[in-house]
């Protein structure tokens, strides 16, 4: 009787040894398939967004990860198909002004940021946004207001000191640049922006050296900025350093090759290190590439004619 009753038992822990182990592996495959599905969020945050079409927020997120990848036409669709379902949405507004922003489209950004400070006076990064339209509109002033107004609300805003020390730099006030891009810094001693302003603040007032510090502490933090490496070469060059202006340059063009205005200086610099082939071939490029727009384009033709000349 005991025999049977452990036989039955027995049997009893096997099936559901069994079932478990079922129930594990097909945990397991939902796991395996949600995680494939985390390691391609557009394709998560659409199928979210198709199980949940009354909700904002997927199409937001799915907004977000095309402007990741540079989609900006993708990217306004979503925010605006998240703002049909939610008009007031504080986030799905300032996103898509800020997106709106970037491609210089400064009134249709204002009619979403409006909104952002009507439904949330106290949101920062609306603030911010209002600050860089006037700023893109070359209101400074107003931009400084409105960076102003928002360093009271949020006194640790970086970025906002980064911005108002370089509408300083602009208006050649020195002391209120310095200051605000040294606030910026004593906070966040990694900040590129506050480096890279900065050092552009000092190059135009010829502290030479104080403007290479800060540029190669920008490059450091982050080297794939092509703007870094080409004031870096500026620096280097207006100190007569061409060597490491011609490296600075050619840093600058391996990551934008069509940057017309690096073409230029790294022809100026090789022509500096007597260098002509090199400088020839760099002054036709950045004409190629500059077009009508390049910045003393026909002192760089005359240069350009005068070394092919002396060539032949």
């Known amino acids: 009787m005991t025999n049977n009753f452990n036989n039955s038992l027995q049997s009893i822990k096997k099936k559901e040894l069994f079932f478990f182990l079922i129930i594990l592996i097909l945990l397991s495959y939902g796991t395996f398939l949600r995680n494939q599905d985390y390691t391609n969020p557009i394709e998560f945050f659409t199928k979210t967004s198709l199980r949940a079409p009354k909700k904002a927020r997927p199409l937001i997120n799915l907004a977000i990860e095309w402007e990741r990848k540079g989609d900006f036409k993708k990217a306004e669709k979503y925010y605006k198909k998240a703002l049909k379902i939610e008009p007031l949405n504080v986030y799905a507004n300032n996103n898509l002004g800020a997106l ?3 491609e210089k489209r400064v009134k249709e950004a204002l009619n979403y940021l409006g909104k952002v400070i009507m439904v949330n006076p106290h949101y920062c990064d609306g603030w911010y946004n209002l600050a860089v339209a006037a700023e893109i509109e070359k209101e400074y002033e107003r931009a400084l207001n409105f960076y102003k107004k928002l360093l009271k609300l949020c006194p640790d805003h970086i970025h906002s000191m980064v911005r108002i020390g370089a509408i300083y730099a ?4 020195e002391k209120e640049a310095i200051l605000y891009f040294n606030k910026s810094l004593s906070i966040d001693p990694g900040l590129f922006e506050a480096h890279l302003e900065l050092g552009k603040f000092l190059g135009k007032n010829k502290r030479w050296q104080d403007a290479i510090y800060h540029f190669e502490e920008a490059a450091k933090i982050n080297p794939h900025r ?3 490496w080409y004031n870096l070469g500026l620096a280097f060059a207006y100190k007569g350093e061409f060597k490491k202006a011609i490296n600075s340059f050619k840093m ?6 069509d940057y017309p ?3 230029a200086n790294l022809a ?3 022509l500096r290190a007597n260098n002509k082939k090199k400088a020839i071939y760099h002054l036709k490029r950045s004409l190629e590439l500059g077009g009508e727009n390049l910045a003393h384009k026909h002192e760089l033709e005359i240069l350009l004619n005068r070394l092919s000349d002396k060539k032949n």
């Open 100 to 102: 709106l922003l970037k």
């Open 170 to 173: 602009k208006m050649g006030k």
């Open 226 to 228: 092509p703007e870094v």
């Open 252 to 257: 600058a063009l391996k990551i934008k090759n």
């Open 261 to 263: 205005e690096a073409h």
């Open 268 to 270: 100026i610099a090789y």
